[in-house]
Nanobody, 124 residues
Framework: QAQLVESGGGLVQAGGSLRLSCAAS????????MGWFRQAPGKEREFVAA????????LYADSVKGRFTISRDNAKNTLYLQMNALKPEDTAVYYC?????????????????WGQGTQVTVSS
């Protein structure tokens, strides 16, 4: 079992920045590939970014490419999402997740372990 706990959400004005963190425990973090997803009210959960075990592979949704950066610190068992140039449409609950089978995936169905989420609200 992997336990994932997100933090760093909050209220920010459009154009601002936030950095989300996801603390992992219960499994060897360096063996886990990881992803970030988000879910806005009334919408399905959508892929944001994913990263391989060694950070050599990253993948981004087109909507965040060039603005968000996913990274990891295996020594600290922590995943990050640096979000810059935030837009009101980025408002959502953000979740970190880890798949059951190592890999970089877009579909949330491939992910087995999920955090509880952290709210990000971007005001216009």
């Amino acid at each position: 079992q992997a336990q994932l706990v997100e933090s760093g959400g909050g209220l920010v004005q459009a154009g601002g920045s936030l950095r989300l963190s996801c603390a992992a425990s219960g499994r060897t973090f360096s063996n886990l590939s990881m992803g970030w997803f988000r879910q806005a009210p009334g919408k399905e959960r959508e892929f944001v970014a994913a990263i391989g075990r060694s950070a050599g592979t990253t993948l981004y949704a087109d909507s965040v490419k060039g603005r968000f950066t996913i990274s990891r610190d295996n020594a600290k068992n922590t995943l990050y999402l640096q979000m810059n140039a935030l837009k009101p449409e980025d408002t959502a609950v953000y979740y970190c997740a880890s798949p059951a089978i190592t890999g970089v995936y877009v579909s949330p169905n491939m992910y087995k372990y999920w955090g509880q989420g952290t709210q990000v609200t971007v005001s216009s």
